[in-house]
């Protein structure tokens, strides 16, 4: 079972780099069983809207993850109750809308994608830890786990504690491909942070302009998507369809040559 | 001008991984002209003492870089004084020992070295980004910047910031290396974390038991370095002597074989 | 020297309830030389507008201090610029809109009012002993520090270490006023916080059932400002003008009966 | 039923204010049913011991709750499976040691006493609202709870998500007493905090130069308790003992006269 993991998407720009490179990974590292996005950032960064899930659903993206910016726009909240394919965390508290995990069919069998969130400098959810142990009872690999936080010791940590009972850990979240992919003494893949998709000359997806400006003055400010440097990272993995274990964990990262886009 | 930086020491394991390899690094990728190394763990994974300073002395550094942890053994405070070598983060407020920038003179010229701290889900620091402001002014190139910090928009944001003024701007802190080292547009060389130093098989340097544990409870817990899978991360980089201008940066990530070391 | 501090003024119904209630205090515990509200919260609990400016003004406030919502409203930036009276913590770094600190003149003499933000649990911004220290500067008492801050260490660590050298520190932001009103040992009035202005039947100042679903869920939400049980919290200040020695500090809580406002 | 609670113990001092000013505390406000004290920094300031544990017990209190510090000393790990009497917040995740409710017995009936502990600004630990409901299925009234933690809003929160449904909400924590005791619309009594037991003239229960001084340095450092200025802070609680409903809820502030005591 080969399946493709991308990163963040920001923006208009991570949507067009991910439209235009999406058939040129799939043609180089395909087929794939199944294509996961993680989407928090689609809508100029911060949510997605019943429009990019539309433009994205039509680009053959089997399951979208999440994280802390799926509530950001208010359209996403009826979106997480009106379609499986969408995730939240899962460890999200009861009362929160949507779903966290789900199960995807394919031609070498299913896979179950559960999506979770760090609390290390983030948020005061419940305890991903035992939210994944909770979910996974009972349940067959494969696995994929989109941990979605800050803290590298939160992420691997998690990896090693769920090592042997799901097929692949993978972060987000940081926007920032980390060089650790590897396969986990017990056969779960594992990487940090899989980096995002959109703008690279900007500061993790946003014009480098408010990003700076904020450092400097501790003000709020209002950031925009970076349309500079397109990218697309991910993942590629091969999963034992009947073990559930890993077999290989390789990054991806595209670049969108310039003439291939405008500036819009 | 060529220099080695190697990411966050941690324990026994790191230092033993550092004396073992550094000679193997030296002749894969060197001479190099300067070798400068992130020491703020490198005493039980929690600061620096006399004895490990001198220690890591005799192996041919010519500089100590550290972050938010060189406070943590008594013994350190005095060595920030007495030793120009050690260095911790310049934007510490007024009134804390030491010094946080040193120039090193080699066979093809000077290098400046600046230590800064990040903010970010950290500490109440100085502005990195102003405290850098304040020392490049009328320096000469090269510098090397080791911007010790967690989060990702904060590192990058201080590398565009600091574009064409600083030769390289290397992360450290998180204790995994990111696959997005590159030259920015102003001939700055950047990474975002060039990982750290130790053993791998646990959580950024430390035994996994007690971390998933913490994770777990919410308890304080003493953490001990990990002995297992000793690597050595790094970043070589290739400065232009005269403009000080980055020519390469590439990461280096070296395993010390298991019958090379034994397990104490 | 008598002056009145007014805490925070959180929406609508602050902003009744210190019209209301504003010539009751005076007629009660006046007359003042200084009338000083904290207004970052004025406008709907989000900073403040130019409306909303003028509507305080008219009531005979003399300066307006704030924290870390005032750059909530845009209106609210250029208004820092403009408006004299209008202060924002002077320890935000420089680049930002506005003044931190003023000098008002009265019938006995003349009041450096001081603003600074607290950075436990906060912001990243300068450090506010030493921009105290730096405004200070052969500066004449009296002077009066609003010191706007989440953590009561910081907020007493301060008036310690201004004992004697500022004639009051009085703190904001927590939105509840504590019980530890005193003069310390060097002549300095201090209490950890006044509290704030408007309908005290909520969390805060806001509505409680949204403020409650943000703790169950950790979704986001949207705050509206609580129209039950309209209050107003300050202290009123004695201060020598002479030696600007504070000689004494009382807590105001002044309740708006039910029958004299409406709950639009 | 009338129940003094007691807000943290900090050090010897904490613990002499105590000794010395309960029995006059009793005659004046007495009798008590129950005597409720906060005891997470009765050690030194960090945790609690054995010795210390037998040294408050003699002292005839009934129940000790904590906070976060409760596991600073690693003897107070064991007591806490060992003495019923003392409590950890319940809120702390399975697999931690100690309980976080007990039942006490008394004169006029029985009193549940439940510690929480907040998120904001604090620990990931479990939801304090959900932990609270958990355990108040189908128990029966009075019950008190020591909501210990920093935010005056999660605090106030958790009170009216309670109200009606316990008898009292007492906060601890901030170690400053606020000015906000009241009893809610539902009959349940609540202060956001109750302050600190312990040498009022430094910083929180702490000398003041070594606070100001981390403040001024970012540096770590080691706090003693401050022995000047000794008060005890508490709540005295009238509880109705049939129908659970708080009668009466009045702040306890005793200062400890100089000549009776030694400045160890
Ligand atoms: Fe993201
Ligand atoms: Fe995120
Ligand atoms: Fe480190
Ligand atoms: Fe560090
Ligand atoms: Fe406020
Ligand atoms: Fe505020
Ligand atoms: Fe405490
Ligand atoms: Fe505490």
């Known amino acids: 079972m080969r399946v493709l993991f991308i990163g963040d998407i920001v923006g208009r720009p991570g949507r067009k780099a991910l439209q235009r490179l999406l058939p040129r990974i799939k043609s180089l590292y395909g087929p794939f069983d199944f294509v996961i996005v993680n989407v928090e950032n ?6 997605i809207t019943q429009k990019i899930f539309d433009e994205l659903s039509s680009m053959g993206i089997d399951c979208m993850t999440s994280g802390n910016h799926i509530w ?4 996403g909240l009826s979106l997480l109750d009106s379609e499986p394919v969408l995730l ?3 460890n999200y508290p009861p009362g929160c809308p ?3 995990s789900m199960t995807l069919k394919g031609p070498s069998g ?5 999506n979770l969130l760090g609390r290390t ?3 005061d959810v419940d305890c991903p830890f035992r939210k994944a142990d909770e979910i996974l009872q009972g349940v067959q690999l494969p696995v994929l786990v989109d941990i979605h936080a800050e803290a590298t010791s939160e992420k691997r940590a998690l990896a090693l504690y769920l090592d042997g009972r799901v097929s ?3 972060g987000t979240h940081t926007h920032v491909a980390t060089a650790d992919e590897e396969i986990l003494p017990m056969g779960t893949a594992f990487i940090t942070d899989v980096g995002m998709t959109g703008g690279h000359a900007g500061v993790i997806g946003m014009h480098k302009e408010t990003v700076i400006n904020r450092f400097l003055t501790s003000m709020p400010a209002r950031f925009e998507a970076c349309n500079e440097d397109l990218r697309l990272n991910g993942v590629c993995l091969d999963i034992d369809a009947s073990s559930g274990r890993a077999l290989s964990i390789s990054r991806i990262s595209e670049r969108l040559e310039e003439e291939a886009y405008d500036r819009r």
Request: proline share 4%; aromatic share 12%; hydrophobic share 50%.
């Open 42 to 47: 689609a809508a100029g960064g911060f949510g």
């Open 72 to 75: 950001d726009k208010k359209e």
């Open 88 to 90: 939240r965390p899962a």
């Open 98 to 100: 949507g779903r966290g």
């Open 110 to 114: 299913e896979l179950l994608v559960l």
């Open 121 to 123: 400098f983030m948020y």
């Open 168 to 170: 692949a850990v993978v």
